[in-house]
């Protein structure tokens, strides 16, 4: 937080430093009174001419009042220049803030005992231990409260010791350059921390002006301002929170306050900006504790997501390199490619691949897409496949072990979040309901929705339409089916030899462009129409509402994405029939598959649809929230600063409400997009091994402009607490499981690695591929060929080759299966039972070797719980004794040779927390009475049900 305005070199004051120092502090401050820092602004407009205008300001006044009534310090401001907004400022005093961190239960750090002169050593923890000296908190407190050098002389294990403490040493010398700079990211400092209490204050450092954090403050402040009333009337439960007031009308916004510009020596948020949002910097670790400061876990915890995602694709993506390498470097060595481009098969004649304008076409024609496809389709594609299916399991494992330990630095693990109130929208939406029920946790009364007359026919509106959206893509895909089969026949009437020898690649490219938009235009479409619907089935909380626009937004844009890749991968070319019969649709012929085969048709979709995507939605993602700033420029159009009217001199409130609000959506977006990608690079990853690479340079940019805008073009998000990244990673490891069968069939189906294995090992000479173009192409007779195809017989060759394993013309079953068939058919289908077999015991193995909690972590917190436990019972006891005089907001006053003096050394750890300072809010418990003023009225009831 910034202090004070920052001195220049020569001494004299930096003049923009102390006006926006100043903008962030109230301005009505009595002299000698310090500094009240604008924890929340409050935004309205005066409009007089507006029907509900004296109901809202009736409605503001009431909830003003009870805010002021809790403690909270108001101040307001006026936008000038003749414009109608108008600014609160509020700020929370140390007595509101450590009364709601008690009522909240949450963790706050204890004081460091160094700069308090005392300090509790193991030797008195250890003592009298009122657990036992053989209790294994005690004997991890022993070994955890000495010093490095001491457990490596109680557990030194010779050689094997010193080799261990050397790669340590080494793998932090490592890692050094990557951290980033100690002003935003220390190392160093490490605190225990406790559910705070007003009764054991002597734990806890109030006149640190840090003691609590941004997003602390900001959870606090947020909590009152969800609960306060607005309204005198009794019986109407619901007259409460800024949330139905902006619903209402009443207010336009609320915000917390940034604590300065990206351009204000000494602010957070300028660090942050400098450090973190810097694409110079992309190299770097992210200061995710100064993230969770400013922002809140959420925000953090979705940053440390990405940043171990983007980490874990770096594996991934070497060896993919490495199997496209491959597939470059040994495509001359390759002996079907040889055959085709030089030997004599190239010169084999090709039957028509479409109806009437197409003719009989000669192998060499499909040289450079045989060769194209090489490069993906080689002898790495299976260890590849097998690759990508461990590592989407070693991913999701150790990111659970990751997210334990952070979640535990954050002090949110096992966060269990309070009773939510019902939303406005729902409330709007029941408004004219009679019928009541009463909530089992709060015991107020809530409007009951009917079930036959609103509750289910929102619920059938509501997925009835999704499945007309899904149809809708799919007719997309049809209809991408229908240009490419129409853009051959007019291709093949075309005389250009340039376009005749690339036309399967300009129709492949062209035909995904076109699937693209399509894709992006349904998607902008089905989102507004997702939110709409998702409304209809009155979900009562925020996060019911949430989880419900997240499976209808994602299985949309999972069917939109995937379904041409999936008809490509897995349906096309495998109910063509014979040039004798087609297999027909309404009378169109079945798609083939292009001269090069239908793989490198999937790595061409694949690799358009895919980063195409990533280009488009980075642009969009960062330029879109530009375009919504108008609209806040347009309310500020009559606002100027009456002394310069320069932008460096506005006022913080009015910087933060030109920006773009970050919404209850902000992060559904964000993982939304990372999610599909993800998809891609395990469902279909074996078609396109380079997936991998560009999703870790898309993610490596993503991460720092994500980190860029949220700190320049949106207000300051209320942070929030969670414990986990929620229903995304059960969508993750949905389709890990859908990757083992999609990469199973894919090599088995769309791959020729099944064909040649059995090639090698049944029908070759000598075990080489030598004869294979031949074994895979079957004979055909013009003069049998399907009447309905129109195919100009005059110049046509005695035989015809066509790719299947069918009888030739001159068998008795000509045109049937023949026994390569089912051979290969045989092997495909044991194929991928072996393969799903094999992956899915392997991951079972993985999954149980890898626990979600590492021991290490299980360890340490039933230690810090037990020392925290002894810091209180040895303090309590010596305030007993007399031997420590307490005071209220102050450390405990020496008395006592039990405790040590500054220049001892401590031999009690602590937890490892690089930034002190809990956030957000605790659902550890709710208020038991409701003694605030103003405040949600709770009943509360006996165990006999008594009021």
């Known amino acids: 937080m910034l202090e004070g305005a920052e001195l220049l070199n020569n001494g004299e004051l930096n003049k923009q430093g102390l006006e926006m120092t100043e903008s962030i502090y109230f301005t009505d401050v009595e002299k000698g009174e310090e500094n009240k820092l604008v924890d929340f602004v409050l935004v309205w407009e005066e409009k007089p001419s507006d029907p509900q205008w004296s109901v809202n300001k009736t409605k503001r006044e009431i909830f003003l009042q009870n805010l002021e009534a809790e403690g909270l310090e108001l101040e307001s401001e006026e936008c000038g220049g003749g414009n109608a907004l108008r600014f609160i400022k509020i700020h929370a005093p140390m007595e509101v803030l450590r009364r709601y961190a008690e009522i909240l239960k949450i963790r706050m750090p204890i004081k460091n005992h160094f700069s308090l002169k005392w300090k509790f050593s193991a030797d008195m923890l250890h003592s009298e231990s009122a657990e036992g000296a053989e209790m294994l908190e005690f004997k991890l407190t022993q070994l955890d409260g000495t010093t490095k050098e001491q457990v490596g002389s109680m557990i030194r294990i010779p050689l094997f010791s010193d080799v261990h403490d050397e790669l340590k040493s080494w793998f932090e010398k490592f890692q050094e350059p ?85 351009h204000t020596e000494g602010s957070q948020r300028k660090l942050l900006y400098d450090e973190w949002a810097s694409l110079k910097k992309f190299w770097k670790y992210q200061p995710l504790d100064a993230v969770r400061d400013y922002y809140g876990v959420k925000m953090g915890l979705y940053f440390a997501w990405l940043g171990y995602y983007t980490f874990m694709l770096i594996p991934p993506s070497i060896v993919g390199i490495f199997c496209f390498l491959y597939g470059v470097l040994t495509y001359s060595t390759d002996i079907p490619i040889k055959e085709i481009c030089d030997g004599a098969m190239g010169n084999t004649t090709m039957c028509p691949i479409c109806d009437e304008f197409c003719d009989f076409w000669s192998l060499r024609d499909s040289c450079k897409m045989t060769q194209a496809k090489y490069f993906f389709d ?168 949430d989880n419900a626009l997240t499976l209808k937004i994602y299985l949309f844009q999972f069917v939109n994405y995937y379904a041409s890749i999936f008809y490509i991968a897995f349906v096309k070319g495998q109910f063509v029939g014979t040039p004798n019969e087609y297999t027909r649709f309404m009378s169109w012929r079945q798609e083939e598959c292009s001269p090069g085969g239908c793989f490198i048709e999937l790595c061409i979709q694949l690799a358009i649809i895919f980063m195409g995507k990533q280009f488009m939605l980075s642009v969009m993602e960062y330029y879109m929230p530009l375009m919504w700033k108008v609209f806040n420029l347009v309310k500020l159009a009559g606002w100027k600063n009456e002394e310069t009217g320069k932008e460096e001199v506005t006022p913080q409130y009015i910087k933060d409400f030109k920006l773009v609000e970050w919404g209850h959506q902000g992060l559904f977006y964000e993982y939304l997009e990372m999610v599909l990608q993800y998809g891609f690079i ?125 009888f030739a013309p001159w068998e008795a079953d000509k045109y049937t299966n023949n026994a390569q068939f089912w051979h290969i058919w045989f092997a495909r289908l044991l194929f991928v039972v072996i393969f799903e077999n094999l992956v899915a015991c392997t991951i079972m193995a993985m999954r149980l070797a890898i626990p979600d909690i590492s021991s290490n972590l299980k360890y340490r917190i039933r230690r810090e719980a037990y020392i925290t436990k002894e810091i209180i019972i040895r303090t309590e006891r010596l305030k007993k004794d007399g031997k420590v005089r307490g005071k209220s907001g102050s450390a405990p006053v020496l008395n006592s040779p039990d405790l040590r003096t500054e220049g001892e050394t401590s031999q009690t750890n602590s937890t490892q927390r690089r930034n002190a300072g809990a956030d957000g809010v605790s659902g550890g418990g709710g208020l038991e009475r409701s003694s605030s003023t103003g405040d949600v009225q709770l009943i509360l009831k006996d165990e006999e049900g008594q009021a």
């Open 378 to 545: 080689n002898g790495t594609t299976v260890f590849f496949a097998v690759f990508m299916s461990l590592w989407a399991v070693i991913f999701l494992e150790f990111w659970k072990r990751y997210s334990a330990e952070i979640t535990h630095r954050w002090d949110v693990f096992g966060y269990d979040p309070e009773e939510e109130h019902p939303r406005p929208e729902y409330l709007v939406e029941l408004r004219d309901v009679e019928e009541r029920t009463i909530n089992f946790i709060t015991q107020t009364s809530e409007p009951k929705p009917p079930f036959w007359k609103m509750k289910l026919p929102g619920i059938l509106i509501s997925w009835t339409s999704v499945m007309m959206f899904v149809m809708l893509a799919l007719i997309t895909v049809i209809a991408i089916i229908l240009y490419r089969m129409s853009m051959v026949a007019a291709l093949a009437a075309v005389n250009d030899s340039t376009i005749k020898s690339n036309w399967s690649l300009f129709i492949s490219m062209t035909g995904a462009a076109i699937n693209l938009v399509l894709i992006l235009i349904f998607n902008y479409i089905y989102e507004f129409l997702a939110i709409w619907l998702t409304e209809k089935e009155l979900h009562r909380t925020q996060t019911g509402f």
């Open 682 to 806: 395990t469902i279909f990853v074996c078609a396109f091994p380079l997936a991998p690479f560009f999703a870790f340079c898309n993610n490596v940019l993503e991460l720092r402009l994500d980190a860029k805008k949220i700190l320049v073009q949106h207000r300051r998000p209320i942070a929030q607490k969670v414990q986990s990244i929620g229903v995304w990673m059960d969508i993750m490891e949905t389709l890990g499981r859908i990757s083992i069968i999609t990469n199973a069939f894919i090599i088995a189906l769309t791959s020729e690695f099944i064909p040649k294995a059995v090639y090698r090992g049944f029908y070759s000479q000598d075990g080489s591929l030598t004869g294979y173009v031949n074994y895979t192409l079957s004979y055909f007779d013009p003069m049998d060929i399907d009447r309905t195809s129109h195919v100009n017989l005059t110049l046509a060759p005695e035989l015809c080759r066509y790719p299947d394993y069918k």
């Open 178 to 262: 990557f951290y980033p700079s100690e002003a935003i990211f220390n190392r160093s400092n490490s605190q225990f921390t406790a559910v705070y209490s007003r009764d054991k204050d002597y734990l806890f450092n109030h006149n640190d002006s840090k003691f609590f954090s941004p997003a602390t403050r900001s959870g606090i402040l947020e909590f009152l301002l969800k609960r306060k009333r607005f309204s005198e009337d009794p019986e109407d439960d619901f007259a409460f929170g800024i949330s139905k007031l902006i619903s209402d009308g009443a207010y336009l916004a609320f915000y917390p306050l940034h604590d300065g510009g990206i």
